[in-house]
């Protein structure tokens, strides 16, 4: 039987609670109360310390008001600064896949990974070449200072903490049972954010965090109208990328969730704008509404609810290190159970000595046997451990990286010469690069110039960071230089290939029709 369970998302404007079965096979929706956010209490997705005081006692008053009593909360997390890259492993089995990210995450992002969480979300298993089985999972980073004030503020409200899911996960969960053969996009509005996803037939096909300015820029205000200008335009970029690698199967709906979906601006602009049928998310299939629940915006409501049903696990540990200390206590009183069994017996008969001696010594003797097995079984998990490795590697061989020529072209063109590239991560969608320069003007001018890449398709900075010397100061009060490092994810736009051997084919066809005509 499913327990009930918060699930809550902190948002801008407003904060969602939702009270829910947790991952239950069909779900049931009991409560959708949401109550404004005060004002500078998140952004993106970063819960303010200084503001937590005033966003405890909002949430505490929505749930004494509503009559909420349930105390397990599971957080859903949207933020622009979680990094993500999708990864393909070898089909190992599935509980190995952890063990498999862990050990090569510094390959895949260019972090201290100390400072970072890291989770995964599985896209889907496939097979390919010789029918080798492979998984396509997505990986995923969180800055450890993010999920600690989600925990800090489940700890205040008097709540034990279930899980904390990225909202990548939680839109997926919440719409992926509306695609059929035909292919859905999701678009979650939130802040100065906008998460894009495509669904077809249950299975994540394409992911995409992007910034559409909302409220401010460069200290200017940005209108509405500018900023979902800018919104669906990256909406068409994404869906363009889409269809020219999947002719065959074509965007089938357009589903807008999220506080941004109520701006009727953004939804008529998407229906103009993409000439496909375009409508708020008003259902959940697979959940079960109830009575206090039928009539609220379930589009609000949508990622919230999407945790509920499956979560990827940002904080799952904190679940397991509860399970596993129940487990010990329970084991505690047993044994406490059996050392007073034990006094009692001992009061009418005497423990058979030389018998469990002689049994100690023959379980030793044993021992002693099995040992060459057990020295041989762990140079077998250790190989196996390597093979992992090596298949890993040759999957990354196998992988095409046609689309980074034309970038790297590009980026030799006009890129200036007083940037020093000090990491470049790429696989055939999508390259992660960090570079070092003086200032942080020099640093905006340089994303503007990658925001302009006809080889790309998307741009996302990630971090920027000053660099400090040994005692903790700015480089800067001493010499008046400073260093600057920042983080950037590009999209690669696929490049169309065109075979010579068929161009040459073409040719000598319409000669040959220009010689017939002649005659």
């Known amino acids: 039987m499913a327990k009930k369970m918060l699930s809550i998302e902190v948002g801008c404007s407003a904060t969602k609670i939702v009270e829910m079965d947790y991952q239950s096979k069909k779900p049931k929706v009991y409560r959708c109360v949401d109550v404004k956010t005060p ?3 998140v952004r993106d997705g970063y819960l303010n310390p200084e503001k937590m005081e005033v966003l405890k006692d909002a949430v505490k008053e929505a749930l004494k008001t509503n009559k909420i009593r349930t105390k397990r909360v599971l957080f859903t997390v949207f933020s622009g600064k979680i990094i993500t890259r999708e990864i393909v492993l070898p089909g190992v089995k599935t509980h190995q896949i952890n063990a498999i990210i862990e050990s090569n995450v510094t390959e895949y992002f260019p972090i201290e990974l100390s400072d970072y969480k890291i989770t995964h979300m599985h896209i889907s298993t496939f097979r390919e070449g010789e029918n080798v089985g492979k998984h396509k999972v997505l990986v995923i980073a969180a800055e450890k200072v993010l999920i600690e004030g989600y925990e800090k503020l489940a700890e ?48 994540m096909v394409m992911q995409r965090t992007v910034n559409y300015n ?19 335009g990256t909406v068409l970029r994404v869906i363009d990328f889409y269809v ?3 002719e065959d199967n074509r965007i089938e709906q357009i589903y807008i969730m999220g506080d941004g979906s109520k701006e009727s601006m953004i939804l008529d602009m998407m229906v103009e704008q993409t000439q496909l049928p375009c409508r708020v998310l008003d259902t959940v299939r ?24 499956s979560s990827v696990g940002f904080d799952a540990d904190k679940e397991k290190e509860r399970h596993e200390t129940n487990y010990v206590s329970a084991s505690v009183l047993m044994i ?45 998990l250790g190989m196996k451990q390597l093979l992992s490795k090596v298949r890993y590697g040759h999957v990354l061989t196998e992988r095409s990286n046609d689309s980074i020529l034309d970038f790297l072209s590009e980026l030799e063109d006009k890129m200036p010469a007083d940037v020093e590239f000090t990491e470049f991560v790429s696989d055939d969608e999508q390259c992660v690069i960090t570079m070092r320069v003086a200032d942080k003007e020099t640093a905006a001018g340089v994303i503007e110039i990658f925001r ?12 920027i960071t000053e660099e400090k010397d040994g005692d903790g100061k700015d480089i800067s009060e001493e010499d008046g230089s400073s260093t600057i490092y920042f983080t950037i994810n590009c999209v690669y736009v696929v490049t169309e290939y065109e075979d010579p051997a068929l161009a040459a084919t073409e040719v000598s066809d319409e000669s040959a029709a220009a010689a017939e005509s002649v005659e």
């Open 244 to 246: 020219s690698n999947n």
């Open 336 to 380: 406490l159970f059996f050392i007073v069994m034990i006094g009692a017996l001992l009061s009418f008969a005497l423990i058979p000595y030389n018998s469990a001696l002689m049994e100690q010594k023959d379980l030793e003797k044993k021992q002693q046997q099995y040992e060459p097995a057990r020295v041989v079984h762990d140079q077998y």
């Open 156 to 203: 205040q409200l008097g709540l034990n903490i279930v899980d904390i899911d990225y909202a990548g996960n939680s839109v997926f969960q919440a719409t992926k049972q509306s695609a059929g053969a035909e292919a859905i996009m999701a678009v979650k509005v939130e802040g100065e954010n906008a998460l894009v996803t495509i669904i077809r037939q249950g299975t």
């Open 39 to 41: 004002e500078g209490a």
């Open 286 to 309: 697979g959940t079960a509404i109830g009575k206090k629940a039928e009539f609220v915006p379930l589009n609000v409501f949508a990622a919230a609810i999407g945790a509920g049903i």
């Open 214 to 232: 909302i409220g401010y820029q460069d200290d200017e205000p940005v209108s509405m109208d500018d900023a979902a200008r800018v919104l669906v």
């Open 452 to 463: 302009d890449f006809e080889s790309l398709l998307s741009v996302t900075v990630e971090s």
